[in-house]
C-alpha cells in the first residue's frame, strides 16, 4: 500500500526535524519510506536559474516566477512517486512543504489545486507549536533566515491562516486534515504521534 502524507506548518515550527525522527523510526520498523522536502526542489531550480542563493530568498522572488516553480516541482514529485511505486507498491511518501507562505503580495496557498492534485495525499498534517515555542525556534536555529516570520503577531495570524489554507487544500482533494502539537523538548513524542497516525490511524 502506498501512502501519501502531506505536513505544512509555520516555518521554524519543526516539520524537518519531526520527519527525520519519523522516518528513522519508520526505516527501523521495516517500512519503505521516503521524505520529499518541496523547498529542496523548488531550491535547486531556482538556484540553476541564478534567482536565489538559499531557501529563506524563495519567498522573497516575485509571484509569477514562485507559482511557475511550485507547479513544475509538484509535477516533478508525482513523476517521481509514481516511478518509485512501479518498483515498489509499498512505500510511505512525506511531503515537507507549506499549506502558506507569506509573500510581498499577500499571503499564498501552497497547495493549491494545481499542486495538490499532483500529490493526491491520503493526509494532510499540520505541525503546531505556540508563538512562543515558533519563536525561540526561530532564533535558536541560526542555519535559517526566517526574520520575516519573527513577529508574535504576525505568528498568531499565521498559525490560524495555515490551519486555513489546509483545510482548503485538504478539502479539494476530500482528505483528512490532521493537528499534531510539536511541544518544546518532546520532538520524538511528535514524531511517534505522527507514525502512529499513518501506520496504525491511515486507512488508504
Ligand atoms: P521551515 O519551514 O523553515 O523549514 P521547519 O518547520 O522545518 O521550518 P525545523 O527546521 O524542523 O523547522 O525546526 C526549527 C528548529 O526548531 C530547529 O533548530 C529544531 O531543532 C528546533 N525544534 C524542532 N522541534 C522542536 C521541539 N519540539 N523542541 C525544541 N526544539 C525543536
Ligand atoms: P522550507 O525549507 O520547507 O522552508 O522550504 C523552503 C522554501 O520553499 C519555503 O520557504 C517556500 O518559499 C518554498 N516552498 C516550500 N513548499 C512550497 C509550496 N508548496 N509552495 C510554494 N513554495 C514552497
Ligand atoms: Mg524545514
Not at 534567482?51 to 516566477?65: A, M
Not at 499540520?126 to 503577531?153: C, F, H, M, T, W
Amino acid at each position: 500500500m502506498v501512502r501519501t502524507v502531506v505536513v505544512v506548518g509555520i516555518p521554524g515550527v519543526g516539520k524537518t526535524t519531526v520527519l527525520n525522527i519519523a522516518v528513522n523510526e519508520l526505516l527501523s520498523k521495516g517500512y519503505v519510506v521516503k521524505v520529499i522536502n518541496f523547498g529542496d526542489y523548488m531550491l535547486q531550480e531556482l538556484t540553476q536559474r541564478g534567482l536565489v542563493r538559499s531557501r529563506d530568498e524563495i519567498r522573497l522572488l516575485p509571484l509569477k516566477i514562485q507559482r511557475e516553480v511550485q507547479e513544475m516541482v509538484a509535477k516533478r514529485i508525482r513523476y517521481e512517486i509514481d516511478s518509485e511505486c512501479k518498483l515498489r507498491s509499498e512505500s510511505i511518501f512525506f511531503i515537507d512543504t507549506h499549506a502558506v507562505v507569506k509573500t510581498s503580495t499577500g499571503y499564498w496557498s501552497g497547495l493549491p489545486r494545481h499542486v495538490i492534485e499532483h500529490l493526491m495525499p491520503d493526509i494532510v498534517v499540520v505541525i503546531e507549536a505556540s508563538v512562543d515555542e515558533i519563536l525561540n525556534r526561530q532564533i535558536r536555529d541560526k542555519s535559517r533566515e526566517r526574520s520575516d516570520y519573527g513577529d508574535p503577531k504576525l505568528l498568531s495570524d499565521l498559525l490560524i491562516m495555515n490551519r486555513m489554507f489546509a483545510i482548503s487544500s485538504a478539502t479539494l482533494v476530500g482528505v483528512p486534515v490532521y493537528i499534531l502539537y510539536n511541544r518544546e523538548g518532546s520532538v520524538r513524542e511528535a514524531a511517534l504521534e505522527l507514525v502512529d497516525v499513518v501506520i496504525n490511524r491511515l486507512r488508504v
